[in-house]
């Protein structure tokens, strides 16, 4: 696992755009996600400003539909997916002790890639139809050339198609990586909780994502050479195409940040994780079923097997309970410790408690007959994705940014950022259950003023700026902690895991020498092994009469 | 590796039960199945790979500081792609600097190797 010493890295912009250190790599793609969560989010605020009173205030219907479409793609395709992957980049390898990831090259093209793809996705509102305006799903024949002309609308499938190759590719690197760049004694059944939900994302990533890629190259050619969706048949195997990848890439989005809260959670209960091998199990089989669901997303189509996908769904249940249960049985007689990572842990647990128990209800095939494209899934959604993984990769931020700068980020403001954002989301996404359940439709830029929407929109339009602050919160937080910095050292936390062995930050080769590693947490067998040799001196010294140190 | 193999082929065999599940249940045409087995194969394939393959010889691995061949590469690869709406000119154009991508990624591998020669 060791490293060859290599030449000086190139300094400056192109050292940095160039270089191939995975901890690099890993950063620079947090980093790209990041700003397009900040442009995602810039345009839900503008959607919700619209929102907060009935009839055409900000935009235009038009540019409503360029603004939810790139909202909902920049979020799924250029954030979550992207951060979900850039956490794997940046921790898989420090995780297992290998000294790089597996192709660093064909990492940092993955890289490039999506970031390209990001910015030719944005890249639409600078044409004269605008961006694209069809949903982040883009059925046919809405996203056909003759429903929705324009480059704009290219640009979108263009921009999906190099972003996802990017992600893909990223993917199949951390996969590589840990079948093949494990350091001795680190077996597969010793990878940490984080490794292990990395593993089952990337499984899915390399099923799911190839089909999209297909999907999309078969829209380009039929906005501009028609023949491929135009049958009614086609639309529908266009959707079952699309859910194939897009009921999957909702677990890409929330397994690695799950795997982050799993070792939050152990590391600030000061206890061993619960559970730990009936846990990969549940992940697995819940990576697998989750394959299996895509066309719970069909159901008002009738023309998939609702039974099964009903089954499959509910089934889902099983695993996931199983999670909540060793992340609750590990808190279980802890030493909790409430920290900023901690916090947002928690929020992750009750927020995605919520969109776990609304799935169950939008998998009921004749409740999902009502709910299907109404503000109830909206709110479902936002409770999984936003409830839970952006709490989930915010407990990830708060817990590693320590080892990826070797500065602590203040906890005083980090608890203002967990307050703002947790009273936020439920102000913003919480009234948008009862619009669904009232019969008020997504993806609408205005509703009838006697309709009774008016007050609840106005209370999430209010909550989405309380968000907004949070953000802001956070943004003063990181600004202020590296001005003004407070070493952390190689671990603050007492964590369990590999990676906190390293330096912080770690050196290029990541590790000068690794502990024995005897289980998934060497850092805490090696705190127990040591109390333990002292408690055998101080009782050996007490029998001898010496006075124990 | 071999607890590797076996996760994989673990996890494809899930998968293929699921997939036997659906083509006893479907009523709607062989995509929805053909899908989900066609992704229990791919992994079961992966499995056969990694299980057949040995790890990598020698505790030492050649770390390659940095790449701008690959950004270069990926630059050209999006200016083809936005090429496909942009134009011809542009897939030209996305396809020369890909091929210089590709042609600074040989001399980058060349002289990694050469380097691990001299050691």
Redesign the interface.
Same mark, same amino acid.
């Given at each position: 696992?060791?490293?060859?010493a290599?030449?000086?890295?190139?300094r400056g912009v192109?050292?940095w755009?160039?270089?191939?250190?995975h901890k690099h790599t890993g950063a620079k793609m947090a980093a790209a996600a990041f700003c397009f969560f900040i442009a995602s989010g810039i345009l839900a605020l503008v959607m919700r400003t619209e929102l907060a009173q009935p009839g055409m205030q900000v935009v235009s219907t038009d540019t409503y539909n360029q603004l939810f479409t790139i909202h909902g793609s920049g979020m799924i395709y250029l954030v979550l997916t992207p951060l979900a992957l850039a956490l794997g980049v940046y921790l898989v390898p420090l995780q297992i002790g290998a000294?790089?990831i597996a192709g660093?090259?064909?990492c940092?093209?993955g890289?490039?890639?999506y970031v390209?793809?990001g910015l030719?996705m944005y890249g639409g509102f600078l044409t004269d139809q605008g961006a694209g305006r069809a949903g982040w799903f883009s059925y046919t024949p809405l996203s056909g050339g003759q429903a929705t002309p324009g480059?704009g609308m290219?640009?979108w499938v263009?921009g999906v198609?190099?972003a996802t190759l990017?992600c893909l590719i990223v993917a199949g690197a951390i996969l590589a990586t840990?079948?093949?760049?494990r350091a001795p004694g680190m077996?597969?059944?010793r990878l940490p909780v984080f490794t292990w939900s990395m593993?089952a994302t990337v499984?899915m990533v390399?099923?799911?994502f190839p089909?999209l890629l297909v999907l999309m190259g078969l829209l380009?050619a039929d906005r501009h050479l028609g023949g491929i969706f135009d049958s009614a048949a086609a639309d529908v195997?266009y959707q079952?195409?699309f859910w194939?990848y897009g009921h999957p890439v909702v677990y890409v989005m929330f397994f690695p940040f799950l795997g982050a809260v799993g070792d939050v959670v152990a590391t600030f209960s000061r206890k061993r994780f619960f559970g730990y091998r009936p846990l990969i199990v549940s992940l697995?089989?819940f990576?697998?079923?989750s394959?299996?669901v895509w066309?719970h997303h069909m159901f008002a189509t009738a023309?998939?097997?609702n039974?099964?996908y009903a089954l499959?769904s509910h089934m889902l249940i099983v695993p996931g309970g199983l999670e909540y249960l060793a992340l609750i049985g590990t808190m279980i007689g802890g030493a909790i410790l409430l920290r900023t990572p901690m916090l947002f842990a928690l929020g992750f647990m009750a927020l995605f408690l919520i969109g776990g128990l609304t799935g169950i209800m939008v998998a009921s095939p004749p409740l999902d007959y009502h709910f299907t494209d109404s503000y109830f899934v909206v709110a479902h959604f936002h409770y999984t994705l936003f409830g839970g993984s952006l709490f989930g990769a915010f407990a990830a931020i708060y817990y590693w940014f320590p080892k990826v700068t070797g500065v602590m980020l203040r906890e005083g403001l980090g608890k203002v950022h967990f307050a703002l954002l947790f009273v936020g989301a439920n102000l913003t996404f919480f009234p948008m259950f009862f619009l669904g359940v009232d019969g008020m439709p997504r993806r609408v830029a205005n509703y009838p003023a006697d309709a009774g929407f008016t007050g609840l929109n106005q209370v999430a339009t209010a909550g989405s700026y309380v968000i907004a602050l949070a953000i802001a919160v956070f943004a003063a937080n990181v600004v202020v902690s590296m001005r003004r910095r407070v070493p952390a050292g190689p671990d603050p936390w007492g964590a369990h895991t590999l990676e906190w062995w390293a330096p912080s930050p770690p050196p290029?080769?990541n590790f000068d020498s690794l502990p024995a590693i005897r289980s998934y947490a060497p850092l805490l067998d090696l705190r127990e092994e040591t109390a333990d040799s002292r408690q055998q001196t101080a009782v050996g010294a007490s029998r001898t009469g010496a006075v124990a140190p | 590796?071999k607890?590797?193999a076996i996760?994989?082929f673990?996890?494809a065999a899930?998968?293929g039960t699921? !997939?036997a599940? &659906?083509w006893i249940?479907? +009523?709607?045409g062989v995509?929805?199945p053909a899908?989900?087995t066609g992704?229990a194969v791919?992994?079961a394939a992966?499995g056969a790979y990694?299980g057949r393959?040995a790890?990598?010889a020698g505790?030492?691995?050649?770390?390659?500081?940095?790449?701008?061949? !690959?950004?270069v &590469?990926?630059?050209g690869? +999006?200016l083809a792609?936005?090429g496909?709406?942009?134009g011809l000119w542009l897939i030209l154009i996305g396809a020369e600097v890909a091929a210089f991508g590709l042609a600074g990624?040989v001399r980058?591998l060349r002289a990694e190797r050469r380097g691990e020669g001299r050691?």
């Open positions: 696992v060791s490293a060859v290599v030449p000086a890295p190139r192109v050292g755009l160039a270089s191939t250190d000294a790089d660093p090259r064909t940092l093209f890289f490039w890639t390209l793809g030719v480059t290219d640009m263009i198609i190099l990017g840990v079948i093949g760049l077996t597969m059944l593993v499984l390399v099923i799911a089909v380009l195997t079952n195409l194939f697995l089989a990576a697998g079923l394959m299996s066309a023309k998939v097997t039974q099964y499959t290029r080769h | 590796v607890l590797a996760v994989l673990g996890w899930w998968l699921l !997939a599940m &659906l249940w479907s +009523a709607h995509l929805e899908l989900l992704g791919a992994i992966a990694v393959r790890r990598p505790p030492e691995r050649r770390i390659a500081d940095s790449s701008a061949a !690959a950004v &590469l990926a630059v690869a +999006a792609a936005f496909l709406t942009a990624l980058e050691r």
